[in-house]
């Protein structure tokens, strides 16, 4: 007896795109080696920690200028040169979207290039026991689970993050724009970014 396996539709679809995405991948991949943007930070100072040693020390903080829209990142994307217009590179972006969480909702891992893998968890109630478990009452949620691919290559290992990364202080940064406004290029003066990140 033979049996003919049949491709799912999102795994074909992706596989006909995937020079695309390659291509975009390459750009941005080049882009990055050459250009260095800021990261911008600020200090902050440690308050009511459970650690009384830390208390009162400063650590950097990440400030996070705005927070891009996913047709902005898709204007991005095209401000690279890439040779495809807007309403393709947009149609595959939408298209991996939707068949990321048609595959994890198949119990389906998905490793999405350098970036890592993407999959689906569960979150529980605890039950005393096997028989008293009741999938209904004990599975409250289903949340995206995503980790980093933390290979040299890929280069999203925190080590490699930080060679590459150029600190900027939010007060050099404001420093800047004053001066540039004080010398009347019409540059508007910004305040200080607001932005979450943890304490170490």
Not at 31 to 38: D, Q, V
Not at 47 to 61: F, Q
Request: hydrophobic letters at 40%; one cysteine or more.
């Amino acid at each position: 007896m033979i049996f003919r396996v049949r491709a799912h539709p999102c795994l074909s679809a992706l596989y006909h795109h995937r020079y695309i995405v390659l291509i975009i991948h390459f750009q941005l991949s080049i882009l990055n080696y050459y250009f260095m943007a800021n990261l911008i930070y600020r200090i902050k100072k440690i308050k009511n920690s459970r650690n009384a040693d830390l208390d009162g020390k400063v650590y950097a903080k990440a400030v996070y200028t705005e927070t891009l829209s996913f047709q902005e990142f898709i204007e991005h994307i095209i401000s690279h040169g890439s040779v495809y217009d807007r309403g393709t590179v947009q149609g595959i972006m939408f298209q991996m979207v939707d068949c990321l969480k048609e595959l994890m909702l198949d119990s389906k891992k998905i490793w999405l290039g350098d970036l890592g893998v993407f999959a689906l968890a569960l979150k529980n109630r605890s039950a005393e026991d096997e028989a008293t478990f009741n999938v209904a009452e004990n599975v409250v949620g289903v949340r995206v689970k995503f980790a980093a691919n933390k290979g040299k290559d890929a280069g999203l290992d925190s080590k490699s993050f930080r060679k590459k990364a150029k600190l900027m202080s939010i007060d050099v940064l404001n420093g800047i724009k004053k001066k540039k406004e004080e010398e009347g290029d019409g540059t508007e003066t910004g305040g200080e970014t607001g932005g979450t990140d943890q304490n170490p």
